[in-house]
């Protein structure tokens, strides 16, 4: 029989057939893509091989190439492919790779997507252009040199996340929902190919370029809402809004801005009163400083002033916006009053600034009544002594008191006598007895002199004292009498009293009837201090009519007051009282 004997050329073993009668054979369990030695020897009937024939190189064919590895690294716009197909049954002529977008109905970019394939002898494969977070299938395979194609090897794979490439779209006001401090938003994501990720949150930024240039904190809305309250914004603030998408990456671009104002809010302050004076005795005027426009908090509609005395009821006057003073009329006399100023707008008025105290002007003062005189007679002058009821200084300030008197018929001025403010007497001197006067009395300010008083008539006093009155007598002895007796409420005032006893004697001859006349057993004189005196010399058991005479000294004479007895007919004009006997 014969045997065959073969060998990989890159391996040292050789292996043989079992021994074969026919003249050919197939070999089989060969590695592809070999080169093998083969030669045919032949067995005697011993069971020896002969020699060898001459060896025969053959090359096996190559095996189609199995599917590949893939390894890939993914990028945000990219990936790399490598086609990994090493194998010594098999010798690459290409490396193919290719890539497809998974089609997304809501990414329609995916549903346009035009596959990719790279064939070439390079096993490294990058793809580029791609977009940001999308789903991909990448495959990869082999062909040998006999231009067979291999196994695929298929990938799913999804590209990186990116910042957002564009800003969110229609940002926009919902001007129903805006606060003097907050404004309400709304608005739409990115375009779907734009968004390049996740959208995680979305970014608000504002800046105030009216009244003054601020920026507050930015809003972040987490979790991609898409409507968010912008706050701690200024009343009657315009802003400047604009908006941007965040992915995991980072921060897109911001948006157009839009602009916005957020609604009008109470003034947050008071005016502050710059001037506050009178302009009468029942009017004030006041100036102001306009508030700021940051303090105003909106469109100014009036002012309004308030006015108050002490802890009374407030009253208020307004003024249109553009004003900065007003005038407050109707006021009472010399009052201080205490003084403020709000502002009000669109949302309502703001609380009142700082107080400024303020007092009408003086006036002239009010009636002086209570005029009262008496009369008061020295030794040479009759003087008129004035009294009246003090006036308060609610209509200002009480500089004096002047009283005012003339004399009834005569054609003298008016004469005046001028007191101090807190008299509320005075002496008018000089006058004359027995004479009619008018007088009355007003009182001034430092704006003038009020109006009179109602006019008081005085008749000028006589210079004579008035009658003594209750006169009565007691015997201390039967030689001694004590008088006691009042002082006169009229005329000149006494400066001594003369006492008197009378006893009777008879009546004259050629009398119609008989009458007792008086006759001046006894007298004493007493200083006009003393209202009681003695009488001594009397006889015991004699009966005596007693008197008190008031004695008025005026300019050196003497004048007396009217008796009370009447001398020529003392038994009609007086009591007697007898003296006590002798013991």
Same mark, same amino acid.
């Given at each position: 029989?014969? &045997?065959?004997?073969?060998?990989?050329?890159?391996?040292?073993?050789?292996?043989?057939?079992?021994?074969?009668?026919?003249?050919?054979? *197939?070999?089989?369990?060969?590695?592809?893509?070999?080169?093998?030695?083969?030669?045919?020897?032949?067995?005697?009937?011993?069971?020896?091989?002969?020699?060898?024939?001459? %060896?025969?190189?053959?090359?096996?064919?190559?095996?189609?190439?199995?599917?590949?590895?893939?390894?890939?690294?993914?990028?945000?716009?990219?990936?790399?492919?490598?086609?990994?197909?090493?194998?010594?049954?098999?010798?690459?002529?290409?490396?193919?790779?290719?890539?497809?977008?998974?089609?997304?109905?809501?990414?329609?970019?995916?549903?346009?997507?035009?596959?990719?394939?790279?064939?070439?002898?390079?096993?490294?494969?990058?793809?580029?252009?791609?977009?940001?977070?999308?789903?991909?299938?990448?495959?990869?395979?082999?062909?040998?040199?006999?231009?067979?194609?291999?196994?695929?090897?298929?990938?799913?794979?999804?590209?990186?996340?990116?910042?957002?490439?564009?800003?969110?779209?229609?940002?926009?006001?919902?001007?129903?929902?805006?606060?003097?401090?907050?404004?309400?938003?709304?608005?739409?994501?990115?375009?779907?190919?734009?968004?390049?990720?996740?959208?995680?949150?979305?970014?608000?930024?504002?800046?105030?370029?009216?009244?003054?240039?601020?920026? %507050?904190?930015?809003?972040?809305?987490?979790?991609?809402?898409?409507?968010?309250?912008?706050?701690?914004?200024?009343?009657?603030?315009?802003?400047?809004?604009?908006?941007?998408?965040?992915?995991?990456?980072?921060?897109? !671009?911001?948006?157009?801005?839009?602009?916005?104002?957020?609604?009008?809010?109470?003034?947050?302050?008071?005016?502050? *009163?710059?001037?506050?004076?009178?302009?009468?005795?029942?009017?004030?005027?006041?100036?102001?400083?306009?508030?700021? &426009?940051?303090?105003?908090?909106?469109?100014?509609?009036?002012?309004?002033?308030?006015?108050?005395?002490?802890?009374?009821?407030?009253?208020?006057?307004?003024?249109?916006?553009?004003?900065?003073?007003?005038?407050?009329?109707?006021?009472?006399?010399?009052?201080?009053?205490?003084?403020?100023?709000?502002?009000?707008?669109?949302?309502?008025?703001?609380?009142?600034?700082?107080?400024?105290?303020?007092?009408?002007?003086?006036?002239?003062?009010?009636?002086?009544?209570?005029?009262?005189?008496?009369?008061?007679?020295?030794?040479?002058?009759?003087?008129?002594?004035?009294?009246?009821?003090?006036?308060?200084? !609610?209509?200002?300030?009480?500089?004096?008191?002047?009283?005012?008197?003339?004399?009834?018929?005569?054609?003298?001025?008016?004469?005046?006598?001028?007191?101090?403010?807190?008299?509320?007497?005075?002496?008018?001197?000089?006058?004359?007895?027995?004479?009619?006067?008018?007088?009355?009395?007003?009182?001034?300010?430092?704006?003038?002199?009020?109006?009179?008083?109602?006019?008081?008539?005085? &008749?000028?006093?006589?210079?004579?004292?008035?009658?003594?009155? !209750?006169?009565?007598?007691?015997?201390?002895?039967?030689?001694?009498?004590?008088?006691?007796?009042?002082?006169?409420?009229?005329?000149?005032?006494?400066?001594?009293?003369?006492?008197?006893?009378?006893?009777?004697?008879?009546?004259?001859?050629?009398?119609?009837?008989?009458?007792?006349?008086?006759?001046?057993?006894?007298?004493?004189?007493?200083?006009?201090?003393?209202?009681?005196?003695?009488?001594?010399?009397?006889?015991?058991?004699? %009966?005596?009519?007693?008197?008190?005479?008031?004695?008025?000294?005026?300019?050196?004479?003497?004048?007396?007051?009217?008796?009370?007895?009447?001398?020529?007919?003392?038994?009609?004009?007086?009591?007697?009282?007898?003296?006590?006997?002798?013991?």
């Amino acid at each position: 029989g014969y &045997q065959v004997m073969y060998r990989d050329v890159s391996q040292s073993t050789s292996q043989t057939t079992s021994p074969i009668t026919a003249m050919a054979t *197939i070999i089989s369990s060969l590695l592809p893509n070999r080169t093998y030695t083969v030669n045919v020897s032949a067995i005697g009937f011993g069971g020896q091989n002969g020699p060898g024939s001459t %060896p025969l190189t053959v090359q096996t064919l190559e095996a189609v190439p199995n599917a590949p590895g893939l390894p890939t690294t993914v990028a945000r716009t990219s990936v790399t492919v490598e086609v990994v197909s090493n194998s010594p049954d098999w010798t690459v002529s290409q490396y193919c790779a290719g890539i497809v977008a998974v089609p997304v109905t809501d990414q329609p970019w995916t549903m346009t997507f035009p596959p990719r394939l790279d064939c070439s002898n390079n096993a490294r494969k990058t793809f580029a252009s791609l977009q940001e977070f999308t789903n991909y299938t990448v495959y990869g395979y082999a062909i040998n040199t006999a231009r067979q194609r291999g196994a695929n090897t298929t990938m799913s794979i999804q590209t990186m996340q990116d910042a957002p490439s564009s800003a969110p779209r229609g940002l926009s006001v919902t001007v129903a929902r805006t606060t003097s401090n907050s404004i309400m938003l709304k608005w739409m994501p990115p375009s779907a190919i734009d968004q390049n990720g996740i959208i995680t949150a979305y970014n608000i930024a504002a800046v105030s370029t009216f009244p003054l240039v601020e920026t %507050p904190p930015p809003l972040i809305s987490v979790g991609g809402a898409l409507s968010g309250v912008l706050s701690d914004l200024k009343p009657y603030t315009n802003y400047s809004v604009t908006i941007a998408a965040s992915t995991s990456v980072g921060i897109g !671009n911001y948006s157009d801005p839009i602009q916005t104002r957020t609604a009008q809010a109470a003034p947050s302050s008071g005016p502050t *009163i710059t001037m506050a004076r009178n302009l009468s005795s029942t009017s004030l005027t006041l100036s102001w400083t306009p508030l700021r &426009q940051e303090q105003l908090n909106g469109v100014l509609s009036l002012y309004t002033v308030k006015y108050q005395i002490g802890s009374g009821t407030a009253q208020t006057i307004t003024g249109a916006a553009g004003t900065t003073a007003a005038t407050i009329t109707g006021l009472t006399i010399f009052t201080q009053y205490s003084l403020s100023v709000s502002a009000t707008n669109g949302a309502g008025a703001g609380p009142y600034g700082s107080t400024v105290m303020a007092t009408t002007d003086e006036s002239t003062p009010a009636q002086v009544t209570g005029v009262k005189t008496s009369f008061v007679v020295t030794t040479t002058t009759v003087n008129a002594e004035v009294s009246w009821n003090g006036l308060d200084n !609610n209509l200002g300030i009480i500089t004096g008191y002047t009283v005012v008197y003339r004399q009834v018929g005569g054609s003298s001025p008016e004469s005046m006598v001028r007191n101090s403010a807190t008299s509320t007497t005075g002496i008018v001197t000089g006058l004359l007895p027995r004479t009619a006067y008018t007088l009355s009395v007003y009182a001034s300010t430092r704006i003038g002199g009020g109006p009179r008083s109602a006019t008081v008539s005085l &008749q000028g006093a006589s210079r004579e004292p008035g009658k003594v009155t !209750n006169i009565m007598v007691t015997f201390p002895s039967s030689s001694t009498a004590e008088l006691t007796w009042s002082v006169p409420t009229d005329g000149a005032p006494p400066n001594e009293y003369v006492l008197y006893a009378y006893s009777e004697q008879p009546a004259t001859t050629g009398s119609r009837r008989r009458r007792a006349v008086a006759r001046v057993a006894a007298n004493a004189t007493v200083s006009a201090d003393m209202t009681t005196g003695m009488l001594t010399g009397l006889k015991a058991s004699t %009966p005596y009519a007693f008197d008190v005479v008031a004695v008025a000294i005026f300019n050196g004479v003497r004048t007396t007051s009217q008796l009370n007895l009447d001398p020529n007919n003392i038994q009609n004009s007086g009591t007697f009282q007898a003296t006590p006997a002798e013991p």
